[in-house]
């Protein structure tokens, strides 16, 4: 029996960088608005997607030309707010769903965490994931007092000992501690709720945290990174991966390299899978798939274009030569600690490390990576599940696809809904009903 992939819904850039003035994006509404959040939810819902999710960033794009007013002029990565909220009020009005939320351990603290995911696991009845970060941008590192970024392996120190801690607090707790008593008033059984006395590198915390136990007992962990080093970290931290928009022949090496790393740490490469951000315009005819597709190219003009790709990789494009080697620039974006696995190194493996580019082929090839537009996958409903059944199978059939960086966020997420989740279900690919009491569960199954 072919196994079935999970798909879930990225929310993280529908209200920026122009897709939200796109026609079937926000129309009647106007980013925050819960409303729309909590239709989508109903709707993806309808058409048992796993899970919404949302990236995050805390900082105003500020590395273009050393100031911010192109990232506010032109809504690149602003306005953000915390989804937390937002996640909940659409929890409160689904019952299956599941909700991703992203933090950055380098900046956060993990008693605080495990605490603020708890609660959400209770107010969503078990279907939280909690997406983890190491942050990769100075304007957000600046917010936190940082002068300098954290160098690149240092973060996922820190990382993975966040998630040590976090693990202990929410085990500290057993299960059946709670009591509730309505006869004696007695709550909980002390000898049942512990010390987690946690000394570390990055952090000393004493627990045990104050809230019952999360339904699902530990919040979903969702990682992304994708360097050897956080391939590296994932195997160690995440249930499940979120996996970069590249070419299939990175995909293969990446599903790859995480199942030995799990397997060099005694986990089962088995349970975890990777969600690769797969954007799609799926659409009835190739013609209108194609010309829904090219409404990105409308989205963003050329300083939008240097704000976003600066922003990512932490340096100033503004100040480019005419012409200059794709591996200098590289090396000029490891200096800063910034990741070294964005635009430019997508580049490199598509034209060459070594390759000459002049600096308007730069921002050519910038405008179809801030619009997502070169991978943005155009086509029906049954050319689309082809695509993810053949990417599915080659990196191992365990997982599935992000569907996101979307063009309009409600007319994304119906396509996804009345197209392709039918074509797929047909298939035997992907569920018709929700198994699982929780995310974890129904992100487990095959």
Known sequence: MARKMHLAFNFSYTHMNGRWCLPGAWEDRTFPDPTLYEDAARLAERGCLDMLFSGDGTGVPDTWEGKRDGAVAWGVMFPRVDMNPVMVAAARVTKHIGFGLTYSTTFMHPYYMARLMTSLDHLSNGRMAMNLVTSTRRSDAANFGFDELMEHGQRYDRMEEFVEVCNKLWDATEPDAMIWDRQTGRVAHPDKVHDVRHVGKFFRVEGPLNAPPAPQGRPVIVQAGGSP??????????????????????????????????????????????????????????????????????????????????????????????????????????????????????????????????????????????????????????????????????????????????????ADISAAVELLVPELQRRGRFRTAYTGKNLRENLAEN
């Open 229 to 410: 080093r956080g391939v590296r970290a994932s195997a160690r931290i995440a249930d499940h991966i979120f996996g970069g928009d590249i070419a299939i022949s990175q995909k293969v090496k990446q599903r790859a390299d995480l199942d030995a790393a799990l397997v060099e740490i005694g986990r089962d490469p088995e349970t975890v899978g990777i969600l690769w951000q797969t954007p799609l315009a799926v659409r009835e005819t190739v013609r209108e798939a194609n010309a829904y597709r090219d409404l990105l190219l409308t989205t963003l003009p050329q300083d939008a274009v240097g704000v976003y790709l600066s922003y990512h990789a932490g340096i100033d494009f503004s100040t480019l030569p005419q012409r200059f080697r794709l591996s200098e620039l590289r090396d000029a974006i490891i200096a800063t600690n910034a990741s070294p696995m964005g635009f430019v190194h997508k580049l490199m493996v598509k034209l060459g490390a070594e390759s000459e580019i002049t600096r308007d082929e730069f921002f050519e090839h910038g405008l179809l990576e801030a619009t997502q537009y070169e991978n943005t996958i155009a086509g029906t409903p049954s050319q689309i599940a082809d695509h993810l059944e053949d990417a599915f199978e080659a990196t191992g059939s365990r997982g599935g696809f992000m569907l996101g960086q979307t063009i309009a966020v409600m």
